[in-house]
Structures are given as structure tokens and as C-alpha cells.
């Protein structure tokens, strides 16, 4: 029963940033890993970005390699998706999700939050 509350969604204007945020609890656990993904209207969703918790490792997609930037505080349990030079084609709902071991899957979703990047 873990709990997700996200926050930093809204829009944007072509060029612009947001910082999204996701905190998780649900009692004593660990973490293996936290990723963000995303889902436009149509579109597969997709893997945006990844941490782990204990070796901070990151992954990006090549469509946000430079722009994006993903970070975590161990201590609030919080991962953050810092997003600059937003793009249009950025548009979707954007999932954060946590992966408890290392052989584990992506079980555990939060609701979403909705970034529009448009002129």
C-alpha cells in the first residue's frame, strides 16, 4: 500500500522548466529503484528516466538526454524530475514509479501529473 504524492505538473511555454516531484510511503521499506515515465494521448507510455537509491546510477531516453535531469532525497524518500528546454513533443501525463528490488518490476504507480508544453 505505498502512497505516492506528486506534484510540479502545469504549463509551459516552448524553452520553459518544471521541476516535478514524487514522495513515497507506505511504512518501512526500501527502494531499489524510482523512474519516471510518461504517456501521451495515443502513445505507448515510455521510460523517461531512472535512479537507484543506493548508487544514485541514472538513466535517460535520448529525447530528454541534456534537458532532463532526475534526483532523489533518500531521506523524504522523494524523486524529483528537473525538466529544462521544454518541447512541445514533451506533452503527456508523467508517471512516477518505484521498483522495490532489483529483480522487481515497476508495480507501484503513482496517479500522474499532467505537463503541456505549448505556445
Known amino acids: 500500500q505505498l502512497q505516492f504524492v506528486e506534484s510540479g505538473g502545469g504549463s509551459v511555454q516552448p524553452g520553459g522548466s518544471l521541476r516535478l516531484s514524487c514522495a513515497v510511503s507506505g511504512g518501512t521499506f526500501s527502494m531499489y529503484a524510482m523512474a519516471w515515465f510518461r504517456q501521451a494521448p495515443g502513445k505507448e507510455r515510455e521510460r523517461v528516466a531512472t535512479?537507484?537509491?543506493?548508487?544514485?546510477?541514472?538513466y535517460y531516453t535520448d529525447s530528454v538526454k541534456g534537458r532532463f535531469t532526475i534526483s532523489r532525497d533518500k531521506g523524504k524518500n522523494t524523486v524529483y524530475l528537473q525538466m529544462n528546454s521544454l518541447k512541445p513533443e514533451d506533452t503527456a501525463v508523467y508517471y512516477c514509479?518505484?521498483?522495490?528490488?532489483?529483480?522487481?518490476?515497476?508495480?507501484?504507480w503513482g496517479q500522474g501529473t499532467q505537463v503541456t508544453v505549448s505556445s
Open positions: 535512479i537507484t537509491w543506493r548508487t544514485d546510477s541514472t
Open positions: 514509479a518505484t521498483r522495490l528490488t532489483i529483480y522487481g518490476s515497476y508495480d507501484f
